[in-house]
């Protein structure tokens, strides 16, 4: 399984390091199962081999909506977009069971237009329905 980390996984890293901790004990795998890591000058190395440099933990530490998996590659937030239902899905980080945050796009037209920009409405739904919908005004391309 590959190592999925959050702000939730980072922030307790950052922390373990600015106490000087040589070694911290966390989840790499959103909550299942802890693991310890060690803490280094140059960043943190997992025992399943990947690095990540401080630079890293510091951009992961700062999104609180999104899970990032780590690979020798580096690391990319876990999303996808479907061209057929125009939905952008993303693992959101949560201390419980994972969570996907879907987010729907409608093209402006069926939405009409506020002082001359076009509005689309985004709606952000859960595994259990809807959560939030909301419009704006963010130009559509």
Request: glycine share 6%.
């Given at each position: ?73 580096g690391m990319q937030s876990v999303q996808t977009f479907s ?59």
């Amino acid at each position: 399984m590959p190592v999925i980390l959050s702000y939730i996984q980072t922030r307790p890293l950052l922390e373990a390091r600015r106490r000087g901790q040589a070694v911290v004990e966390t989840s790499l795998d959103l909550g299942i199962s802890n693991t310890s890591i060690t803490l280094s000058a140059e960043g943190v190395s997992f025992a399943t081999g990947e690095r990540l440099d401080w630079a890293s933990v510091e951009k992961i530490s700062r999104s609180e909506v999104n899970c990032y998996p780590i690979s020798a590659q580096g690391m990319q937030s876990v999303q996808t977009f479907s061209q057929e239902t125009n939905r952008l899905c993303s693992l959101l980080p949560t201390r419980g069971a994972p969570s996907m945050r879907v987010y729907e796009f409608k093209h402006p037209s069926s939405t009409g237009y506020l002082c001359g920009c076009p509005v689309y409405m985004i709606r952000l739904t859960s595994r259990v329905g809807p959560i939030h919908t909301w419009e704006t005004t963010v130009p559509w391309s």
